[in-house]
């Protein structure tokens, strides 16, 4: 199937700093998403984009479809410790019928 | 309130038994699916249903089964598990297409020895 590559793995920040991490694909995805999971708990969903070059916010959250299609990007401003957790992107296949996970990004935040 | 339910929460069992993990959506979403969670490889799906009775293997459906006979629930099936599945599984809803803008349950941790 199709594979995401999500970078970096994990993250140890300071509480205030700012964060990047993105994914890129070999193949188009027709719509990228971004989530987020709490340990112990499911993956709740962060930010949804729908078109090549969109640009989302969601609070702190911004998430930029790339224009190729092959790629996105997640940047969270003033990080503070509740941050923590594991960041997924993942897209949606052209065929509008499955979905392909990255393999994360463990984030830590250092108050 | 809106939400994903899966039963049971933990597992462990024996290879070769058989087992079923339940998972039920009051949302009235016609899209449901599973994955299993893997440490570095994100999460992959294992079978998906884009409504009743209408089932389709994604990217991991090696020794497992699912049903869809009413919209709210989607079991999953492992008639002889192995250790190699012994993993964290999650059920997912959504009411867009394609798992889009999905709502998870809390996972399963399943232990096979």
């Known amino acids: 199937g199709q594979q995401l590559n999500q970078s970096p793995q994990s993250m140890f920040i300071q509480e205030g700093e700012d964060v990047s991490m993105n994914c890129t694909s070999s193949s188009i995805f027709n719509t990228w998403l971004w989530y987020k999971q709490d340990p112990g708990e499911g993956p709740v969903l962060l930010i949804a984009l729908y078109k090549a070059g969109e640009l989302t916010s969601n609070g702190r959250l911004t998430a930029q479809f790339g224009i190729t299609r092959k790629d996105s990007f997640l940047n969270i401003s003033a990080s503070i410790p509740s941050d923590v957790g594991i960041y997924f992107c993942?897209?949606?296949?052209?065929?509008?019928?499955?979905?392909?996970f990255g393999g994360g990004t463990r984030l830590m935040v250092k108050p | 309130e809106a939400q994903v339910t899966q039963n049971p929460r933990y597992l462990i069992t024996v290879t070769g038994k058989k087992l079923t993990v339940t998972c039920s959506q009051n949302m009235n979403h016609e899209y449901m699916s599973w994955y299993r969670q893997d440490p570095g490889l994100g999460l992959r799906q294992i079978y998906y249903s884009m409504n009743v009775e209408v089932t389709d293997k994604g990217d991991v459906p090696e020794g497992y089964k699912v049903s869809r006979k009413e919209k709210r629930n989607f079991p999953l099936i492992l008639e002889s598990p192995s250790p190699n599945q012994t993993s964290l599984y999650f059920c997912?809803?959504?009411?867009?297409?394609?798992?889009?803008?999905?709502?998870f349950g809390q996972g399963t941790r399943l232990t096979v020895v």
């Open positions: 997912a809803s959504s009411r867009g297409t394609g798992g889009v803008e999905a709502f």
């Open positions: 993942a897209g949606q296949n052209n065929a509008g019928n499955m979905l392909t």
